[in-house]
């Protein structure tokens, strides 16, 4: 047993005794958890959850963002967003076919395996549009795994084009889609929802839209936007929301909480989540969510410092190299928009963890035998 | 399991129990011991002598009466020689005019610095600090360090008794503890400063007590040195303080943890809660958001520090949350003291 594990406070016992045994954690372990004032307690639980479920890889990716556009219908819905803009706005952009097709092929000669690629609910575009751009790619570079869109834009795609959720992701797919990205699950609960985006798609509907995936076959991934006008209970309804359906497909290959950035958004009198805080989402997160796999600490938004930090918080993935990453950035993002692969592989050595190139749906591609870094 | 793991937890808990570990076992835990391990440990100790939970902070400036220095130590920002054509120096009056606007802003310390040089008259150092004084008498003006007092003394030919002597009569309210043995070691124009390092150092710094000056201690790292010289200077500063405290002023009253934004958050934390955990005798453990920005900063106050140091209101490049930089002031200091569950105590000086 680690020092720090034997130094866990009487009030937090009972939760190391479940770790221990392998028992689930209940809504009030969660909030007994967000209230704690022993951060590094709370992170030496979280630690051991990983250890004993998961191992002590640490995952990244050689992935790539292109975000197709950032005109966005829902532009005056979410209060959060810096990225969004009208069809109008100078500066609006959206990216056509050959110019996608063009990034994809300079970035698969760097080695990516992975394009990630979300946009802004685009209101006259053809689903053609979509289909098209995903053949196009996945023709230009056959090997990499298309992982697009949000639930959110799913939903929109539905309505928007007539057909049902099942046949939107049946006709993606069969353009070359591999699997949906986790964005759009904002917080679910409603007290939370109608404060920072009201009107847009809902907690339920999101959480539908991945069940309907996860039986068809298709991965996702699934975050959580943190750091705003949310409470602790808030914040642990919306991790146990996500574990039910996990339980009920297993069809999520990890959990992302994402950082509220508040500059350039209709927030921005908010002053955005701490250190503290980041951290214990990601241990929060770690374990109460015992049947995920991966829980991403995402560099970009929360700095390669954190990021690096929470690998002993829980953390199991850092993401991936990223290379162009324009969400965040509107908001205001002060970190890099590329990480280099021996960067993220030094940053998960130095804190002692052993890197794992993987692909989108955590397949081990490559292990990176820990070197102890001097000093 | 790794027997260092084992041999770190053994040293904690001599250290939990009120042991001290010796060099060795302090050199294990500095190059061995996890952050989780270590930052455990120091929180427990934090919360046995401030079972409240207060974390200080001060709202301050730091003014530059000079850019002038002789060493140019690659690891300083702005300073020239004194040939160079962007070279200043500042009357006592126009030190005191920005001191009196830092007031104004709610700056309850003032910290002026220059370098090390030695063309000056020594009347411009005590003149100084009346003048600043005269006009924010209620402003703590802390100024200099130990390898600064040495230059005066080779420069002016005096004891260093009598520079602190003069420069506590002219109103000097606090003193920079200033030099780590990382700078010492590592960088050959600060190691210049100094003939005999820790001698000297050991001198000013009783010198202080003994006029009941108090001091900050920075422990700075990350210049390249080995872990056998950061603990070095450590156990200096706990070894000078039991001795200026069994002469009746324990001079260090806060031991403030800087490093240069290269060194990773990790091993700043890591060796933020080595210092609390070999450093008992000085009261408070400062983290430091300048160049770790106040994510950092905040997540080591349940790990070694109860103080956040000063706002440093001329600093405007902080990283103060997920994409905003700005500067920090005492409401941001207080949220995120706050947020870390402990009671924001904001401080008049050292």
């Known amino acids: 047993m680690s020092f720090a594990l034997s130094r866990i406070p009487r009030d937090l016992m009972p939760i190391y005794e479940k770790v221990m045994t392998d028992q689930r954690l209940t809504f009030e372990d969660g909030l007994k958890l967000m209230e704690s ?3 590094f307690a709370v992170g030496a639980l979280a630690d051991l959850a990983r250890h004993r479920r998961v191992g002590d890889y640490v995952y990244f990716i050689n992935n790539a963002h292109i975000n197709y556009s950032n005109i966005c219908a829902l532009r005056n819905v979410c209060r959060f967003c810096a990225f969004g803009k009208d069809r109008n706005d100078p500066a609006g952009y959206t990216y056509t076919i050959e110019q996608m097709v063009e990034k994809a092929k300079a970035y698969a000669r760097l080695g990516v395996t992975e394009f990630h690629m979300v946009g802004g609910l685009h209101p006259d575009m053809p689903f053609s549009y979509y289909t098209d751009f995903i053949s196009a790619i996945k023709q230009a570079v056959p090997h990499a795994h298309l992982k697009c869109f949000t639930a959110v834009e799913i939903d929109y795609f539905s309505r928007k084009f007539r057909m049902s959720v099942e046949e939107v992701l049946l006709r993606l797919r069969e353009a070359g889609h591999g699997s949906l990205t986790g964005g759009g699950a904002e917080m679910f609960h409603p007290e939370v929802h109608n404060r920072i985006c009201p009107g847009k798609m809902s907690g339920d509907r999101y959480l539908e839209i991945h069940r309907i995936a996860h039986r068809l076959g298709i991965p996702t991934t699934c975050t959580m936007m943190y750091g705003h006008v949310e409470e602790p209970r808030h914040v642990v309804d919306h991790i ?7 339980d009920e497909t297993g069809g999520e290959t990890a959990f992302i909480p994402l950082a509220f950035h508040p500059t ?15 951290l214990k989402i990601i241990a929060v997160a770690r374990l109460l969510l015992d049947n995920f796999k991966a829980i991403k600490s995402y560099w970009i938004m929360l700095s390669p410092r954190i990021a690096q930090i929470s690998l002993h918080f829980g953390a199991n993935d850092i993401d991936g190299t990223v290379r162009e990453e324009k969400i965040y950035h509107f908001a205001g993002a002060t970190t890099p928009m590329l990480q280099e692969k021996e960067e993220l592989i030094r940053l998960i050595w130095e804190a002692g963890k052993i890197p794992a190139e993987r692909d989108t749906v955590y397949n081990i591609l490559k292990v990176y035998e820990p070197q102890r870094a001097a000093g | 399991m790794n027997p260092s793991v084992t041999e770190t937890g053994e040293i904690l808990t ?10 060795e076992e302090a050199v294990s835990l500095c190059r061995e011991g996890t952050l989780l391990d270590l930052a455990s440990a120091a929180g427990e100790l934090v919360r046995r002598v401030n079972p409240a939970g207060r974390v200080g902070y001060i709202v301050n400036k730091t003014i530059l009466y000079s850019n002038v220095c002789r060493p140019q130590c690659p690891f300083c920002e702005g300073t020239v020689t004194k040939e160079s054509a962007e070279a200043f120096t500042r009357t006592p ?6 001191a009196a606007e830092a007031a104004a802003r709610g700056a309850t310390q003032v910290i002026l610095q220059g370098g090390h040089r030695d063309d000056l008259p020594w009347e411009y150092y005590p003149s100084l600090i009346r003048t600043v004084k005269k006009r924010c008498p209620e402003v703590q003006v802390a100024a200099f360090s130990p390898s600064e007092i040495a230059t005066f003394g080779a420069v002016y030919r005096k004891s260093v008794d009598r520079l602190i002597g003069e420069l506590k009569e002219a109103g000097l309210d606090a003193m920079l503890g200033g030099g780590s043995p990382s700078l010492r070691t590592r960088i050959p124009e600060y190691r210049a400063l100094l ?13 202080c007590a003994a006029y009941r000056i108090p001091m900050a201690a920075p422990f700075v790292f990350g210049f390249g040195e080995t872990a056998e010289e950061r603990v070095e200077y450590l156990f200096r500063v706990r070894e000078v303080q039991d001795e200026a405290a069994a002469a009746g002023f324990p001079v260090f009253r806060v031991l403030e943890v800087f490093t240069l934004s290269t060194v990773s958050g990790l091993e700043y934390l890591r060796m933020l809660a080595l210092a609390r955990i070999l450093v008992p005798n000085v009261a408070r453990v400062a983290s430091n958001f300048l160049y770790q920005g106040a994510k950092v900063a905040q997540v080591a106050l349940d790990g070694g520090a109860d103080d956040m140091g000063g706002t440093y209101m001329e600093y405007d490049k902080a990283e103060l949350a997920a994409g905003r930089v700005g500067a920090m002031t005492a409401s941001e200091m207080e949220r995120l003291i706050s947020v870390a569950g402990r009671i924001p105590a904001r401080r008049h000086g050292l």
């Open chain 1, 37 to 39: 004032d022993n951060l």
């Open chain 1, 240 to 246: 146990l929301r996500l574990r039910d359906l996990q």
């Open chain 1, 264 to 278: 350039n958004t209709r927030m921005s009198h908010l002053p955005g989540p701490t250190g503290w805080y980041d």
């Open chain 2, 14 to 23: 001599k250290v939990l129990r009120g042991g001290r570990p010796s060099r």
């Open chain 2, 93 to 98: 009056e126009e030190v005191a005019a920005e």
């Open chain 2, 195 to 207: 003939r005999d390092p820790w001698p000297q150092w050991r001198e000013v710094v009783l010198g």
